[in-house]
């Protein structure tokens, strides 16, 4: 089945500087990449997403790159806050009709003014 | 709040006990999916339904744990003689296309 391994498990920056955040997966019939972003006690939070016939999708200060050739996807943040710092999840879509959400274990970004 | 809803949002059981928890989704959303979520880890997808319809379920799914969506609108999951390792947050969302907007979740502990 699917697999996503998600790079780094923490991630500490300063208050304006980019963040990236780098997920891999393994099937390649995935077609649909969200990422979440979960606040301590709160629900996950989708942010961004993208799907396979795109190769970027921009929002603002985050933007999420595809390749799907080499099966991996990066969640950009520019310009970070500390209102950024949160757990941030990437996930991939192993079905056609987009059913099941296969998770990496999380990034843990800490932003510091 | 039309968000997606569950109760209760945190439940304490003996080991052994069995445990229900529910979820509203968002009204008009045909899809409905259950994960578990431990601390530290990402969520865990367990079951997911199409209207009434238990379309997909987890190799990982315990026969001990089972799902129902009886009308195609809210969903209960069910945790049959619960064990220490059942505790955990456990997360439900709802969907019409490829978005799946999330529940506060219920937070289980098992004693």
């Known amino acids: 089945g699917e697999n996503v391994e998600q790079h780094p498990s923490t991630l500490s920056v300063q208050e304006g500087d980019s963040a990236v955040i780098k997920c891999t997966y393994s099937d390649s019939a995935s077609n649909y990449f969200p990422w979440y972003k979960q606040e301590l006690g709160k629900r996950p939070q989708l942010i961004i997403d993208i799907r396979s016939n795109v190769g970027e999708k921009k929002d603002q200060r985050i933007a999420v790159t595809l390749n799907k050739t080499a099966k991996h996807f990066s969640l950009h943040i520019t310009e970070t806050q500390p209102e950024d710092s949160a757990v941030y999840f990437c996930a991939a879509s192993p079905n056609q009709a987009g059913t099941a959400l296969i998770f990496g274990k999380g990034t843990t970004l800490s932003v510091s003014s | 709040d039309t968000g997606v809803s569950q109760d209760p949002r945190h439940k304490i059981t003996k080991r052994g006990q069995n445990v229900t928890f529910r979820c509203d989704p968002i009204?008009?959303?045909?899809?409905l999916y259950w994960y578990r979520q431990t601390l530290g880890q990402g969520p865990e997808f367990l079951t997911y339904?199409?209207?009434?319809?238990?379309?997909?379920k987890s190799r990982l799914l315990s026969d001990r744990f089972s799902a129902e969506r009886p009308k195609g609108s809210f969903s209960t999951l069910e945790i049959q003689r619960t064990e220490q390792g059942d505790s955990a947050m456990y997360l439900c969302?709802?969907?019409?296309?490829?978005?799946?907007?999330f529940g506060p979740g219920t937070r289980l502990t098992v004693l």
């Open positions: 339904f199409q209207n009434e319809a238990q379309l997909e």
């Open positions: 969302a709802s969907s019409w296309g490829d978005e799946q907007f």
């Open positions: 009204s008009e959303h045909n899809r």
